[in-house]
């Protein structure tokens, strides 16, 4: 089984002097998840990829950056015999790098770090994609949006 994350970035809108933007960040990334990584008792597994976004961010102000899901669903690419299945996007999951706590994703924009104002703000975020035996195999796609914005 494979995720496919597809990072789009969305700055915030610029006002006077305000200088906010995200300088770079991870576009893709994949997940796979080996049969090694389920437990036959329950069926279910969890793949987690450290760092596997990494951004880059500029503000002259306190900022937050968020990230949201484009949809309520991944889109599914089965292998071939497989069924399709809609599989919700909640059940990957982000937290940055070094916090404990992973946070669902959704459709709604959720914040996943701030801070103070600065040049070259340095993040890198933590996936956590669950699936149980039940998964058809396949790809799972969904593109996140990231957006950073001045406080």
């Known amino acids: ?27 893709v990334v994949n997940l796979s998840v080996p049969a090694s ?17 990494s ?11 968020t990230v949201r899901a484009g ?12 069924p399709a299945t809609s599989k ?7 937290r940055q790098n070094g916090t404990s706590s992973f946070l669902p994703l959704s459709t ?11 040049n070259n703000i340095d993040r890198e975020f933590d996936l956590r994609f669950d699936t149980t035996l039940d998964d058809s195999p396949g790809q799972y796609s969904v593109t996140l949006v990231f957006t950073l914005l001045t406080l």
Not at 88 to 94: M, N
């Open 108 to 118: 709604s924009s959720v914040v996943i770090a701030s801070g103070p104002n600065g």
């Open 37 to 53: 990584a389920f437990n036959l008792a329950t069926g279910d597994a969890s793949v987690t990829s450290a760092s596997a976004i």
């Open 1 to 27: 089984m494979l995720l496919t994350a597809i990072a789009a970035v969305a700055a915030a809108t610029l006002a006077q002097a305000q200088a906010v933007d995200i300088r770079s960040i991870t576009p």
């Open 55 to 65: 951004a880059t961010l500029r503000s002259n102000r306190n900022w937050n950056f």
């Open 88 to 94: 919700p996007v909640s059940e990957l999951l982000i």
């Open 71 to 82: 949809s309520t669903t991944f889109m599914h690419t089965p292998v071939p015999g497989a």
